[in-house]
């Protein structure tokens, strides 16, 4: 079992920078595939990026490659988000997930966050 508590959302101009933390808990956080993922109003969840076990492969969806780094802290059980060059159109809740084997769909990750809200103004 594995608990996911997403922050650092807020609200942020254009062309601005946010870091977003997923802290988990359990001692076994060095064996998941974390992912963050988005969903805005009106919109399906999005994949944004996942991270492997040992932080040796990610992935993006084309829409925040080159602008948002995912990286992990084992030591910490924690796994980051670092957002730069944000436009309106990242403005959505953003959540982070975690799942045995590595993916990039939503299905297969088994324990979820909160989410955190990120408003990008223009």
């Known amino acids: 079992q594995v608990q996911l508590v997403e922050s650092g959302g807020g609200l942020v101009q254009a062309g601005g920078s946010l870091r977003l933390s997923c802290a988990a808990s359990?001692?076994?956080?060095?064996?998941?595939?974390m992912g963050w993922f988005r969903q805005a109003p009106g919109k399906e969840r999005e994949f944004v990026a996942a991270i492997s076990w040992s932080g040796g492969r990610t992935d993006y969806s084309d829409s925040v490659k080159g602008r948002f780094t995912i990286s992990r802290d084992n030591a910490k059980n924690t796994v980051y988000l670092q957002m730069n060059s944000l436009k309106p159109e990242d403005t959505a809740v953003y959540y982070c997930?975690?799942?045995?084997?590595?993916?990039?769909?939503?299905?297969?990750?088994?324990?979820w966050g909160q989410g955190t809200q990120v408003t990008v103004s223009s």
């Open positions: 359990g001692r076994t956080f060095n064996r998941y595939v």
């Open positions: 997930a975690a799942r045995r084997s590595y993916g990039v769909t939503m299905v297969g990750y088994d324990y």
